[in-house]
T-cell receptor, first 114, second 110 residues
Framework: DGGITQSPKYLFRKEGQNVTLSCEQN?????MYWYRQDPGQGLRLIYY???????QKGDIAEGYSVSREKKESFPLTVTSAQKNPTAFYLC?????????????FGPGTRLTVL | EDKVVQSPLSLVVHEGDTVTLNCSYE??????LLWYKQEKKAPTFLFML????IEKKSGRLSSILDKKELFSILNITATQTGDSAVYLC??????????FGEGTQLTVNP
């Protein structure tokens, strides 16, 4: 099956702990993205990567970190510095070869910090 | 700062009604506008619009872009309960970044 997978689906953590969210794609897409969605709000870009071993900050990167060691994988770490980490996290990917390329989304991870 | 604004933020209709969702934008270096449907989890792609005045259609859904007035509309005719979802509008600017609006929560009652 081709697609984007995120794990886990639900995640609970205590305040002050770092947590890593997984995102894997087998679509051979060059670019990968992390978004955060809060209730009643649209998606906000955290980090994105257009090529292996390179990534850029999005609009709300503070308190998050990423790595892109393999084309298929783009894990997101929510650090203890993130002041309000409870949210729905969505990973996406795209070919990024033309301005008409579309971003496709994974199923999301709902993180709750207790 | 790039900005995408959707209206209304929420809408409740009865099955069979026709709805129009609005998306306006103020961005630098516009490349394309995308509509997504989100039911509980992953947004699914509906349309991508790059040229003004050309309607994209898929079944009961259609969308059009006006690049002069900087807006797009998404129409859904003969709505069904399965159309209940959040509809997201996003604009692609430089590189591969998307800027999203807040979304319109559509509820279709039987």
């Amino acid at each position: 099956d081709g697609g984007i997978t995120q794990s886990p689906k639900y995640l609970f953590r205590k305040e002050g702990q770092n947590v890593t969210l997984s995102c894997e794609q087998n679509l051979n897409h060059d670019a990968m993205y992390w978004y955060r969605q809060d209730p009643g709000q649209g998606l906000r870009l955290i980090y994105y990567s257009q090529i292996v071993n390179d990534f850029q900050k999005g609009d709300i990167a503070e308190g998050y970190s990423v790595s892109r060691e393999k084309k298929e994988s783009f894990p997101l770490t929510v650090t203890s510095a993130q002041k309000n980490p409870t949210a729905f996290y969505l990973c996406a990917s795209s070919l990024d070869r033309a301005s008409t390329d579309t971003q496709y989304f994974g199923p999301g991870t709902r993180l709750t910090v207790l | 700062e790039d900005k995408v604004v959707q209206s209304p933020l929420s809408l409740v209709v009865h099955e069979g009604d026709t709805v129009t969702l609005n998306c306006s934008y103020e961005v630098t270096n516009f490349r394309s506008l995308l509509w997504y449907k989100q039911e509980k989890k992953a947004p699914t792609f509906l349309f991508m619009l790059t040229s003004s005045g050309i309607e994209k259609k898929s079944g009961r859904l259609s969308s059009i872009l006006d690049k002069k007035e900087l807006f797009s509309i998404l129409n859904i005719t003969a709505t069904q309960t399965g159309d209940s979802a959040v509809y997201l509008c996003a604009v692609r600017t430089s590189g591969s970044r998307l800027t999203f609006g807040e979304g319109t929560q559509l509820t279709v009652n039987p």
